[in-house]
């Protein structure tokens, strides 16, 4: 690990909230988007009102998180296993620690690791009962990891695939303290690579990355942290990323500004439905600005959950992307008290949310 960079950081009481909102966050999202992931945007109206999914109290309790949270957790857990490394005064490679945290994921749901992959001892996370179910992983997460081979950028498996596999997954990254935005940058490239090899994977959640590292001192702001992300995603040479996270800028300010009125179908039609790495970014930032007129965090992470959640397309990575970049910019005091509730896995997502902590902040 690089600890040469110090991240400003007044507040550790702060640092240790962003960190457990920016987790519980995403999983909030997750579960609400998780309940019309296959629907399309008449479906959801058309099961919840003109107004669509907006509350848990419109669903069944509690709330299953999917593959989003799941894998976001065996991010944090290999990340948990260097850092432990790390402090004991040992190296370890960061991308085959995560490596092997994701082919300990995949034993959960249910397949068998390939004969030329090494199987380790169980860790605390595997034996969490709530995240043992299959809940609509991504093909490609799956079949990359069912190759046996760790892949890299330079040997990619899946080599044509930018699935939203990897944006999902890849908050924690920037929740690392006391490192650069550069090697946050290529350790969430480098984790995305194990199973995606299209550039517009890697760079889409290494951009996603940066926007939450970028967002984790105090007083950051969501208006600089998405220039910045823009000009990460130009600076990347994927064309599509570019223009993606360019228009979810532009179209959250045409908006507040009053030029455009806000729909689903014309967040649709500028930025995607979020099935592919760039358009679940860009859906996801979009609907953190499209809502930054709250005039309480709360009510900010509640409408801009709703905008995320309802529309044709990923409904469950849109939200818990939007749900990520929340937390991380308020801290807990975004997170409604009775959503933290009504969702299934909120005691693991918590408890592994100060794992990080302890090996990070202490």
């Not at 009962?129 to 190759?147: D, K, Q």
């Not at 699935?163 to 969430?188: H, I, N, Q, W």
């Amino acid at each position: 690990m690089n600890n040469s960079v110090p991240l400003p950081q007044a507040d550790p009481d702060l640092f240790r909230s962003k960190v457990r909102a920016c987790l519980l966050g995403g999983a909030l999202g997750d579960a609400l988007g998780y309940a019309v992931e296959f629907d399309s945007l008449n479906g959801i109206r058309a099961r919840f009102g003109s107004g669509g999914l907006t509350e848990f109290s419109q669903l069944d309790a509690p709330a299953p998180v999917s593959d989003d949270t799941q894998m976001t957790l065996y991010t944090v857990d290999g990340l948990v296993e260097v850092l432990q490394w790390a402090n004991d005064g040992v190296g370890a490679d960061e991308t085959a620690c995560l490596w092997l945290a994701y082919l300990r994921w995949l034993k959960t749901q249910g397949e068998a690791l390939p004969a030329n992959a090494p199987d380790q001892p169980d860790r605390w996370i595997d034996g969490q009962e709530v995240l043992r179910h299959r809940r609509a992983p991504g093909n490609a997460c799956l079949s990359g990891l069912l190759t046996g081979e760790m892949g890299t950028k330079q040997r990619p498996v899946n080599a044509e695939s930018k699935g939203c596999g990897t944006v999902m997954r890849s908050a924690p990254f920037g929740l690392l303290p006391y490192v650069s935005d550069e090697t946050v940058y290529k350790f969430s490239a480098d984790g995305a690579a194990l199973t995606h090899g299209h550039p517009s994977a890697l760079h889409s959640a290494a951009v996603f990355s940066a926007l939450v590292h970028d967002l984790l001192p105090s007083g950051a702001a969501l208006g600089d942290a998405a220039a910045a992300a823009v000009e990460r995603a130009t600076a990347s040479g994927v064309p599509e990323l570019a223009e993606r996270v360019a228009a979810a800028v532009r179209l959250a300010a045409e908006e507040r500004a009053g030029e455009a009125h806000p729909s689903p179908e014309r967040m649709k039609q500028a930025l995607g439905e979020g099935w592919v790495a760039e358009e679940a970014l860009a859906i996801g930032l979009y609907a953190a600005l499209a809502a930054a007129d709250a005039d309480t965090p709360q009510e900010h992470f509640r409408r801009a959950v709703a905008v995320a959640v309802n529309h044709d397309g990923d409904s469950d990575s849109t939200a818990s992307v939007a749900g990520n970049i929340l937390g991380v910019l308020y801290g807990m005091d975004a997170l409604p008290a009775d959503w933290l509730q009504a969702i299934d896995a909120g005691e693991t997502v918590a408890s592994m949310a100060d794992a990080f902590i302890g090996v990070t902040a202490g």
